[in-house]
Each structure stands twice: as structure tokens, then as C-alpha cells.
């Protein structure tokens, strides 16, 4: 099976602001490029039954990560409440899916595919573990990280091969949210 076809590209989404609607667009720019091998995943009711009306392949997140219950001031990595959940989630998934033995891709609803990215991507899996974009912003987060290496890995778009190395990684940054 080639890298493209054990690859699966997601997002995650809440009824949060206008995240759902963004991510019926963000559907909809992949299903012109005629890429099946998505899916949202919602994290609560509303985003999911939104979406599903709308025909985006979505599904309801039932389980919770662990830092729903970790209070800010243990969480390693400085992030504020919103970014940690929404990043716990990302992980979550991320490691549910490289268990099963998919590659990944997860690009934030309001990163829009105007290509398809998958030969670019399996070219580069085909060689690397792991693909990450980086932010060099003032603004990035956290910052502590921005201050001490000049950069910050954006959480808004990466893959994963599959692998222990990849579930590795994502098990790390998990155990520093």
C-alpha cells in the first residue's frame, strides 16, 4: 500500500465561534480536489450534527484526554487553557490513528488545500518521520520556546508516518501539555 493511500487527513472542530462553518469550506476545497481520505473530528454535539447535515465526514468525539483534568500551572509547555485542550485532542487522535497504522496529516480548518498535497507530502514521508510547519511570530506559542531556539512548531499543520518513533513524539508533547 503506498503512503497516500495509508494516509489520513484530519481536523478537529467545536461550536465554538465559527469553527464549523470553516470546516464545511475546508471539506469542501478537498472534496473538489477529489480527496476522500478526510475526516473531522468534532468535539462536541452541535459542531457534529452541523457538519454531518452539511455531508463532511465527520465524527463525534466521545473520549476526553487526560489534561481535561490537569490544572494550568502542571502543564509544561505554558500554553493557555483553549490551546492545551485543543492540542490534547489533536494528540489524542493523532496517536489513536498512528496506532492503527495510518500516516497522518492535520491541517487546521482554516488551512485550505488549493492542491492536492498528498504527492508533495508522500514524497517527504517517503523520507521523514515527521513534517512540521514552524512559526517565527512574536505572537507564537509558547514563548519561552520562541525565546530560547527562535521558533515554535505550529500545531496548525503536520504529518506523521506511522510508526513507534511517531507515536513516540506525539506521546511526548502529550506528557508536556
Not at 45 to 74: A, H, M, T, W
Not at 109 to 132: G, K, N, V
Not at 148 to 153: D, L, M, S
Not at 164 to 169: A, E, K, L
Request: proline share 3%; hydrophobic share 40%.
Amino acid at each position: 500500500m503506498s503512503i497516500a493511500e495509508n494516509t489520513v487527513i484530519f481536523s478537529v472542530t467545536n461550536g465554538k465561534e465559527d469553527y464549523p462553518q470553516v470546516a464545511v469550506l475546508w471539506a469542501q476545497f478537498l472534496d473538489k480536489l477529489n480527496i476522500s481520505n478526510y475526516i473531522v473530528y468534532c468535539l462536541d454535539k452541535e459542531s457534529f450534527n452541523y457538519l454531518n447535515e452539511k455531508g463532511v465526514r465527520c465524527q463525534f468525539v466521545k473520549k476526553k484526554p487526560q489534561i481535561e483534568d490537569k490544572p494550568l500551572s502542571e502543564r509544561g509547555l505554558g500554553l493557555d487553557k483553549r490551546f492545551g485542550i485543543i492540542g490534547a485532542y489533536k494528540c489524542m487522535i493523532a496517536k489513536d490513528l498512528l496506532k492503527q497504522g495510518k500516516n497522518i496529516v492535520f491541517a487546521d480548518t482554516d488551512a485550505f488545500f488549493f492542491r492536492d498535497p498528498m504527492p508533495h507530502i508522500s514524497e517527504l514521508l517517503d523520507q521523514y518521520d515527521c513534517l512540521l510547519s514552524t512559526a517565527i511570530l512574536g505572537c507564537s506559542h509558547p514563548q519561552k520556546i520562541l525565546k530560547q531556539i527562535g521558533f515554535t512548531a505550529c500545531g496548525g499543520f503536520f504529518a506523521l508516518k506511522a510508526g513507534r518513533g511517531s507515536i513516540d513524539f506525539i506521546s511526548d508533547i502529550e506528557s508536556r501539555l
